[in-house]
């Protein structure tokens, strides 16, 4: 009898060896498929949520503030609707015009460009939170005295740039105010008044008048 393999066998046998491989190659790329989503899971934070309303847990003023609110509301439409605090005023919607401003650790922020949900862990201070109990802070009280309050709308935003900036820099020169707050429109055009503001509240003396034309901007 011949011991030779028939090729029917022959090739059963490199089937059968053929599909083994295939089938450890595809263990093997699932457990580093896996592997590799669990460290990018881990690298990559938090898993997208929504589309419905979840918690969201916001400290403002200093004190937390519980929300159940849709991933995609801002931080504006947070404080505005979801909460008493509207002082922070919405005009532009659409990160141009600066009244919704307000501090998001210690940086101002446009807060209709911020999602609520992403401001979670973050330190939140609304034109509210300056004067707690309710005295003026040194800048409220400088745009009272220095009339530069006119309809209002601009106001919060502005109170908060000019804090800011003294924030960082206490002692700012004219030029320092005007383009700390560029970003701030005021169509009632009080842009004197709120340079004038800004200097008395840094304790800076301000020039004696300004003139419209002077500050057509604060660019």
Request: aromatic share 4%; proline share 7%; charged share 15%.
């Amino acid at each position: 009898m011949s011991d030779a393999v028939s090729p029917s066998a022959s090739a059963l046998s490199r089937r059968s060896f053929l599909k083994g491989i295939g089938t450890s190659a595809l263990t093997v790329a699932s457990v580093q498929a896996g592997a590799l989503a669990d460290e990018i899971s881990k690298v990559s934070g938090p898993q997208p949520q929504g589309p419905g309303a979840v918690p969201v847990t916001l400290t403002i003023n200093g004190a937390p503030r519980q929300f159940n609110l849709e991933p995609r509301v801002t931080l504006l439409d947070a404080l505005r609707y979801s909460s008493p605090l509207t002082g922070t005023k919405e005009v532009c919607d659409r990160g141009t015009c600066g009244a919704c401003s307000v501090l998001v650790d210690g940086k101002l922020t446009y807060s209709c460009m911020k999602l609520a949900i992403d401001a979670q862990g973050q330190k939140i201070t609304t034109i509210e939170g300056l004067a707690p109990v309710g005295e003026l802070s040194p800048v409220q009280q400088a745009f009272v005295e220095c009339d530069a309050l006119m309809c209002g709308f601009c106001t919060p935003g502005l109170v908060m740039a000019v804090t800011s900036l003294l924030n960082e820099n206490p002692h700012p020169t004219e030029a320092d105010v005007r383009h700390a707050c560029s970003g701030n429109l005021c169509r009632c055009g009080t842009y004197p008044h709120v340079v004038r503001a800004a200097l008395k509240a840094s304790g800076a003396e301000a020039p004696a008048q300004f003139t419209v034309t002077d500050y057509g901007s604060l660019a």
